[in-house]
């Protein structure tokens, strides 16, 4: 996906993926910076890590407690700092690492470009998990003025937490914790329960059948069509997979680097490829 972006923009960077040991990390980054790496993008477990690791931490990663980005800057000769991907040399005497999260903006960007759901204010959400994912986008959705959030999450004290951080920061949003007895306008799935074929549900189906609600989100992309998105598509429900999220925290990411608007057509194509075949 980036490398069809990137070849889209004319540009002869490559994007290149390392594994990198947690203990390690702080390492990697500097390693980079040194080394004239235009940015990086961090995934799991490193996003939370990465926070007190880089010189800089944009706003809204400090809100949602998670950097999935970095671009390396460079001062500029009138002091400012610009992406090192903007400038024309090599040589600068002050870069900095300064950190970003794509991935709260690329959950609304899906739900509304991919799901088809065309305002989230006022809406009654089902959110399954609580891990990083599920975090962000609780708080990314009562940001965006959700009427009602639902947690179900194997570990309750972690939906609780969420429901906690909610209380203080969106006193206007019901929050409750488990199923509702009524339907609601979207589910999203953002547990890991889907990745592996022999998976269970990660919704109560009997739930599902009788309340059918109008949509369902699963942050999972591979499978392309995880079990859940299976059953809710038979019961004749709007489904989207994770591949919009995916697609748009990529593309947020490349404009950062860049400054330039991302080729999405290019990089979505890209990845269908690589995911569906
Ligand atoms: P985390 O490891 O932080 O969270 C995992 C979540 O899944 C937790 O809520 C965990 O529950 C739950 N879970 C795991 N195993 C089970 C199980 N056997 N039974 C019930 N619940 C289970 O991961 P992330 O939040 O980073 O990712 C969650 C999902 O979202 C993944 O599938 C990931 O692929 C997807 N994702 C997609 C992205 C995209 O761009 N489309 C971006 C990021 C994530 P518990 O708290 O009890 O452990």
Known sequence: MQNAGLAALGLNWRYLAFDVHPDQLR????G?????????NLTVPHKMLALDM??????????????????????????????LGTTDSSRHEA????????????????????????????????????????????????QEGIGQLYLVNRTQEKA?????????????MGVKQG????????????????????????????????????????????????????????LGLRTANGMGMLLHQGARALELWTGRPAPIEAMGAALEKNLCG
């Not at 880089?54 to 992406?83: C, K, L, M, Y």
């Not at 960007?109 to 998990?129: H, I, Y």
Request: with cysteine; aromatic share 8%; proline share 4%.
């Open 27 to 30: 390492s990697a980054i500097e």
């Open 32 to 40: 980079a910076k040194v080394m004239g790496f235009i940015g990086l």
């Open 54 to 83: 880089v010189d800089v931490v944009d706003e809204q990663a400090r809100i949602w407690g998670a950097v999935n980005t970095i671009v390396f800057q460079a001062r500029s000769a009138s002091g400012q700092w610009i992406p």
């Open 95 to 142: 870069v900095r690492s300064h950190g970003f999260n794509t991935d709260a903006d690329a959950v609304l960007e899906a739900l509304k470009k991919f799901l088809g759901v065309p305002n989230l204010q006022g809406l009654s959400v089902l959110l399954l998990g609580a891990g990083g994912a599920a975090r962000t986008a609780a708080l990314r959705l009562a």
């Open 160 to 172: 609780i937490e969420i429901a906690d951080r909610l209380a203080k920061s969106c006193p206007g």
């Open 179 to 234: 199923y509702p007895s009524l339907s609601v306008d979207l589910v999203i799935n953002a547990t890991s329960l889907g990745l592996k074929t022999e998976d269970q549900l990660p919704i109560d189906k009997e739930w599902l059948q009788k309340h059918r609600p109008r949509f369902v989100y699963d942050m999972i992309y591979r499978p392309f069509e995880t079990a859940l998105l299976r059953t809710a598509r038979q």
